[in-house]
């Protein structure tokens, strides 16, 4: 529980194998993001690498950000639905992994599922999220990058299904320089990053026949676009 205090947050319920806490979504330049990979790594450290478990032993989170005023036991119910959801494979795929919502005042909704099995991915999540977190200029650049994107999916798709490693980047630097160019060069270490998190996340569509891993990965791309954009927002309801 010290990694939470220290990051602002307040222990509510710590025993067996359960732990409840609120913290904030930044404290100190600190993401909640990035205190739940901290708590990974206290895990892994005192549990996974002390303990051989087959399957290896992980932490999952349910994670609701919620208004200020909005009722403490309906974030700790969407918190653990969003938990329980981690552990049914019928629902998510995987149980080492984070499900998190943004409950809006205005009712909408911001899921962002994150996996942590590939950690070299996992990693770059994070250090995608913390760097960008605060330090973009507001308005509405992230969301314009998230809804062409959207409506670009199809074409995405076929940059990253380029074999030749080589061209799969130089492809996807063009892609993005040729839709946003008149920001590009004010932004070019956020596109920069950006390319970077997209050519790690695994874009092998071959045997998906139900788009499950295509909406997968789509959907932990908008999503992480969408929480960027979020702690951002000088208006965050």
């Not at 939470?4 to 330049?29: E, K, N, Q």
């Not at 409950?103 to 911001?110: A, C, F, I, R």
């Not at 899921?111 to 960008?132: C, G, R, V």
């Not at 990253?160 to 070019?188: C, D, K, P, S």
């Amino acid at each position: 529980t010290d990694e939470i205090v220290t990051s602002g947050g307040s222990p509510v319920y710590a025993g067996g194998d359960d732990l409840l806490f609120f913290a904030p979504i930044v404290f100190d330049g600190k993401t909640i993001i990035e205190l739940l990979s901290e708590l990974d790594c206290l895990f892994k450290t005192i549990v996974s690498d002390k303990y051989i478990t087959s399957p290896k032993a992980t932490l999952r989170f349910g994670v609701s950000i919620t208004y200020y005023k909005y009722p403490l036991y309906q974030a700790r119910n969407l918190s653990f639905n969003l938990m329980e959801q981690v552990k049914n494979e019928q629902i998510l795929p995987g149980k080492n992994a984070i499900n998190l919502m943004v409950q809006k005042h205005s009712g909408q909704q911001l899921p962002m599922y994150i996996s942590k099995a590939d950690e070299t991915l996992w990693h770059e999540i994070i250090q995608f999220i913390n760097k960008f977190t605060g330090r973009i200029a507001k308005g509405d650049f992230l969301n314009s990058i998230t809804f062409k994107l959207e409506t670009q999916r199809n074409i995405l798709k076929d940059i990253m299904g380029e074999r030749n490693t080589h061209f799969r980047t130089i492809r996807l630097e063009q892609f993005f320089r040729n839709n946003w160019n008149e920001v590009y060069g004010g932004n070019a270490a956020f596109f920069e990053e950006l390319q970077k998190l997209i050519l790690k996340m695994n874009f092998n569509f071959e045997h998906d026949a139900e788009c499950k891993n295509e909406n997968q990965i789509f959907g932990l791309l908008y999503g992480i676009l969408r929480f960027v954009h979020f702690t951002n927002s000088e208006d965050k309801d």
